[in-house]
């Protein structure tokens, strides 16, 4: 009878693993666990309570970039403890807790869809068609479980003092002939154009939210160039680049100082490109799109006529309910451990066992990563985790922190071989490297001496030069 009770009693406290009371915090508002089915299926589960402001989501990118490819555990170790903008401001820090790998990506980390970093609006909702999905967490902590985002979108940059405005026709693309197009930090150090172009550079008070006509994002002019492309693009800017006639235009408009506001407004609309979906991705802090939905109000969306939602291979996934986000990984391709899931499966463990009501396949198979407190928690059928484009974190809030050993216009030296910096933290690539014995100036930027990535970081002059050095290589 003893023997009974005890077999009873594991069962039980099984049956109560498998149906989600055996969480483990990891973080504040977030929390792991690990599932082992019958299948065999070995699944890792992270989950975020949505109702926790100190609990937040955002989307890596490979080495920072847009087009790029980097493990998962190497974006963490790059993105931890960087500065990212709260929605009031540069200088809180990222402490992240968990991470899973993103979305379908091209040759080269090149993305198919939308992608959308601390505000950042780097790659178009419409790039590539043939997305079917897409996911996005906004600054007031509402979701964004879209299918079939089909789309249209209007990009305009009003010029306060002249009154005129430009319709931008691309984002980190160069333009076409007569054409605006912007660039975001996410592009690289420069624009990366020609000398055909005219660039305007433009320091914005925040990211590129998309924001629509009645509110816009604010930033100033801080110099143009004509006939002269490939703008370093500091880390807190973005680069209005123009061909032909729009050249002309810009010209006529952005004169030093000037005020300026971008406006974006993005229709979304549904499988027949008519029917709106409600969505317009307005304040959107982190985006990246998927393969499908597989989950949608409860109920279960089947694929039979997608080869890659009816096999059984290694997968990711973002779900949620009215409580909880869940990134959700399952193991694959290795018989008798894990044989991995069909899209119908990964679908049904959402829903019944996770409690969700809503889910989006993400880019699977060897792509497929889980990474919790820095250490990959699941077997990457590959055997190692893979490069991939970009990932989604959660993560918690380090307060902003500021050192007081400079001032403005002091004139420092270099101690030291030290990468002048695009912007505060190991995180931003160097625009030059300063010898030892160089002489800079403390600017008055307002983040001076930030703390990030272990550093404070300060804004300096070098030379005509302007970017960030780590108060280590000063005195």
């Not at 080495?63 to 790029?68: A, D, R």
């Not at 990211?207 to 994002?217: A, E, Q, Y």
């Not at 949620?320 to 694959?332: A, K, L, P, Q």
């Amino acid at each position: 009878m003893k023997k009974l009770r005890d077999v009873l009693i594991l069962l039980a406290f099984l049956l109560i693993c498998q149906n989600g009371f055996a969480w483990t915090a990891i973080g504040d508002g977030i929390e792991y666990q690990e599932f082992t089915l019958p299948d065999p299926n070995n699944l890792f589960v992270t989950r975020l309570l949505r109702s926790n402001t100190n609990a937040i989501i955002d989307c890596t990118f490979a080495k920072g970039l847009l087009e790029s490819n980097q493990t998962m555990p190497d974006q963490c170790s790059l993105y931890d403890d960087a500065v990212f903008y709260d929605g009031k401001g540069w200088g809180p820090r990222y402490d992240i807790v968990a991470a899973i790998n993103g979305d379908f990506y091209l040759d080269g980390g090149v993305s198919r869809g939308i992608r959308v970093t601390n505000g950042w609006y780097a790659s178009q909702v419409n790039v590539d068609k043939n997305i079917f999905a897409a996911f996005g967490w906004t600054a007031d902590r509402k979701l964004i479980m879209l299918g079939s985002p089909n789309a249209s979108q209007r990009m305009n940059i009003a010029f306060k003092s002249t009154g005129n405005s430009m319709n931008v026709s691309g984002i980190n693309r160069a333009p076409a002939n007569n054409e605006l197009c912007i660039f975001t930090p996410q592009k690289g150090l420069t624009t990366g154009t020609d000398n055909t172009v005219t660039e305007a550079l433009v320091q914005l008070k925040s990211p590129n939210l998309i924001s629509p006509p009645s509110t816009g994002v604010a930033g100033y002019i801080k110099g143009i160039q004509k006939n002269k492309g490939s703008t370093v693009i500091p880390f807190d800017c973005i680069v209005l680049s123009a061909s032909g006639e729009a050249a002309d235009t810009l010209v006529k408009s952005a004169t030093a100082g000037e005020k300026i506001y971008i406006t974006t407004k993005i229709s979304s609309y549904k499988t027949d490109g008519e029917t709106p979906t409600g969505h317009t991705w307005e304040n959107t802090i982190a985006a990246l799109s998927g393969s499908q939905v597989i989950l949608e109000d409860g109920n279960i969306i089947s694929y039979p006529k997608v080869p890659i939602m009816v096999k059984m291979d290694p997968r990711t996934a973002v779900a949620c309910n009215d409580t909880y986000v869940y990134f959700i990984v399952c193991d694959g391709r290795a018989p008798g451990i894990s044989r991995g899931m069909t899209g119908v499966e990964l679908a049904t463990f959402c829903k019944d066992t996770l409690g969700a009501t809503d889910a989006i396949n993400l880019d699977g198979g060897g792509s497929a990563t889980m990474v919790v407190k820095g250490i990959v928690k699941n077997r990457p059928s590959d055997g190692l985790p893979r490069a991939v484009a970009n990932g989604l974190i959660m993560a918690n809030v380090k307060p902003k922190q500021q050192s007081e050993r400079f001032h403005p216009d002091q004139v420092v030296t270099v101690t030291a071989s030290a990468g002048l910096r695009r912007g505060p933290g190991f995180i931003n690539p160097v625009i030059q490297t300063l010898n030892p014995g160089s002489k800079a100036t403390i600017t008055d930027n307002h983040l001076g001496g930030i703390m990030t990535e272990c550093e404070y970081w300060w804004n300096v002059k070098f030379n005509g030069a302007e970017g960030w050095i780590s108060e280590s290589n000063i005195k």
